[in-house]
């Protein structure tokens, strides 16, 4: 993902699923499309992560800071052919 929206919640008492679920909502209403991917520090939760939150895949990156969510759209695949070839 090149572009997204940086989401910070630090409240632990919340789960990742619920922080997920409230930064999605938030992207829907202010972009007007429905986000597919967030990307969390691999630190954001002891237990293991699970792989989506609704329609919303999750992945951990390093480069994500602690209590920050970066939310977007999942890039598509570029298509092999000769556009691509070198």
């Known amino acids: 993902m090149k572009i997204g929206m940086l989401w910070f919640d630090s409240n632990a008492a919340v789960g ?16 007007g499309q429905a986000p597919t991917l ?21 992945q951990t990156l390093e480069t994500v800071l602690p209590n ?12 092999a052919g000769p556009a691509n070839a070198l």
């Open 16 to 31: 990742v699923e619920q922080r997920v679920e409230q930064a999605a909502r938030y992207y829907r209403e202010k972009y």
């Open 68 to 79: 920050h969510f970066w939310i977007g759209v999942k890039p598509e695949p570029e298509p």
């Open 38 to 58: 967030c990307l969390m520090n691999p630190q954001i939760e002891e237990g293991a992560l699970p792989a989506r939150v609704g329609q919303v895949e999750l």
